[in-house]
C-alpha cells in the first residue's frame, strides 16, 4: 500500500495525483470537490499578475480568502518577473497559498501576444529571471510548460531548475498544437529520468493506467485535467486502482452508486451556485453529468431535462428526485 504524505517540490502532498489548472473550471468549488476526493494537491485557474497589480476586481476574487485548505498551488501568468512578483506579492497579502506556479504553457493568443504563458518558451532569459525573482519570496516556485523540440525541452527545463525551480509540470504538447493531437507521453517520462524528483506530468490521463505509466516512468506526480471532467470520479478510482490509501468517505466513489454520482454533481452544483454563481453551477453539472451513466437506460432523457434546466435549483430539484433511475 502506497502511503500518503509526500514531499513534492518542497510541498507535502497527500497522493501524487493532483488536480491540474483549469481556466473557468478550477474554481474554489471544483477544487474543494477534488480535495474531498482525494487531489493531493489542486490548482487554481491561471490568474493574470498585471489583473492583480491592476486591481482588476474580477482578478481579485479569483484569489478568494484564507479558509480553504492546502495544498494549493496558484497558477500566476505575467511577461516579466517584476509583474509576476507584484502580482505574488498581492496574492499573498490576500491568502496563503502553498506555492506559486508559473504559467509557460498557455498558447491561447491573448497570452502570448502579451508576452507570457508558452510566449516565455521562446524567451529563456526572461523565463530563467522569472523564477529567480520569484523566489525572493520565500515559498516553491513551479513552472508549467510545454514541449517543444527535444533537444529544446531538455535544455528549457535545465535553464529553469538552474534558475531555482523547485518542480517543472511538463505538458507533452507545443503550443501549436494547443489541446489536439495526443499528449507525447514519451517526451515527459524521458525529461523525468533526466531530472530525477523533479518533474510532473500533464497530457491525457483518462485513466489509471495513464497515472501507472507516468509514475512508473519516475515522473513524481501527474495532472488530472480534462480527464477530470470527463469522469468526476478519476482521482478515487486511479487512487485505488494503483494502490494509494483512501479513507472510507472517499472508497465509495471508487465505483459510485448512480445516487452517489448525482449527489455529487448537486453537491459541487448547490456550493458553485453559491460561490461563484448560477451559471457555473449549471455548466459544470451538465458537464459532470455528460460524463456519467454511459450506456444506462435514462441516462439520455436525465442529460436532455438537465440540459432544459435554466435556474440551479430546478436542476438540483430535478436531479434530487431521480430516485430510481437507472438503478
Ligand atoms: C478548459 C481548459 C482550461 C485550461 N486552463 C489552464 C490554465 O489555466 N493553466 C494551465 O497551465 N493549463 C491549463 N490547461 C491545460 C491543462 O492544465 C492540461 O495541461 C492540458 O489540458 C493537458 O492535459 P489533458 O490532456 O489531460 O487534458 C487548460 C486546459 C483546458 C482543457
Redesign the pocket.
Known amino acids: 500500500m502506497n502511503r500518503l504524505e509526500r514531499r513534492i517540490g518542497g510541498v507535502g502532498v497527500r497522493s501524487p495525483i493532483w488536480l491540474?489548472?483549469?481556466?473557468?473550471?478550477?474554481t474554489r468549488t471544483f477544487r474543494e470537490f477534488h480535495r474531498r476526493l482525494g487531489a493531493g494537491l489542486v490548482?487554481t485557474?491561471?490568474i493574470s499578475a498585471i489583473g492583480l497589480t491592476h486591481g482588476n476586481k474580477k482578478t481579485r476574487d479569483m484569489i478568494g480568502d484564507d479558509d480553504e485548505p492546502g495544498p494549493v498551488a496558484l497558477?500566476l501568468f505575467a511577461p516579466d518577473g517584476e509583474e509576476l512578483v507584484r502580482g505574488a506579492g498581492i496574492a499573498l497579502g490576500m491568502r496563503r497559498f502553498d506555492v506559486i506556479e508559473i504559467?509557460m504553457?498557455?498558447p491561447m493568443p491573448k497570452v502570448t501576444k502579451r508576452g507570457s504563458g508558452a510566449y516565455l518558451l521562446e524567451n529563456p532569459r526572461e523565463a530563467g529571471r522569472m523564477v529567480s525573482a520569484l523566489k525572493s519570496l520565500g515559498l516553491p516556485v513551479w513552472v508549467?510548460l510545454r514541449k517543444t523540440s527535444p533537444q529544446g525541452t531538455a535544455d528549457f527545463c535545465r535553464m529553469l531548475i538552474d534558475s531555482g525551480t523547485d518542480l517543472l509540470?511538463l505538458?507533452g504538447?507545443t503550443p501549436a498544437q494547443r489541446?489536439d493531437g495526443a499528449?507525447d507521453k514519451e517526451i515527459v517520462c524521458r525529461m523525468a529520468g533526466m531530472f530525477p524528483g523533479m518533474l510532473a506530468a500533464?497530457?491525457?490521463?483518462?485513466g489509471p493506467e495513464d497515472a501507472g505509466a507516468y509514475l512508473g516512468a519516475g515522473c513524481v506526480a501527474v495532472?488530472?485535467?480534462?480527464?477530470s471532467?470527463r469522469d468526476a470520479f478519476l482521482i478515487p478510482k486511479t487512487l485505488a486502482a494503483l494502490g494509494f490509501e483512501i479513507s472510507e468517505d472517499i472508497r465509495k466513489y471508487v465505483n459510485p452508486a448512480p445516487r452517489d454520482q448525482l449527489d455529487a454533481v448537486i453537491s459541487i452544483g448547490r456550493a458553485g451556485s453559491a460561490r461563484e454563481g448560477e451559471r457555473f453551477a449549471i455548466v459544470l453539472a451538465r458537464r459532470m453529468l455528460a460524463g456519467m451513466f454511459k450506456g444506462f437506460t435514462g441516462a439520455g432523457t436525465l442529460r436532455q431535462e438537465c440540459a432544459a434546466c435554466k435556474k440551479w435549483v430546478d436542476m438540483e430539484e430535478f436531479l434530487t428526485g431521480q430516485n430510481d433511475i437507472m438503478l
Open positions: 491540474a489548472p483549469l481556466a473557468g473550471v478550477t490548482h485557474e491561471m497558477q504559467n504553457a498557455c508549467k509540470i505538458h504538447r489541446y499528449a500533464s497530457g491525457d490521463f483518462y495532472l488530472a485535467a480534462r480527464g471532467l
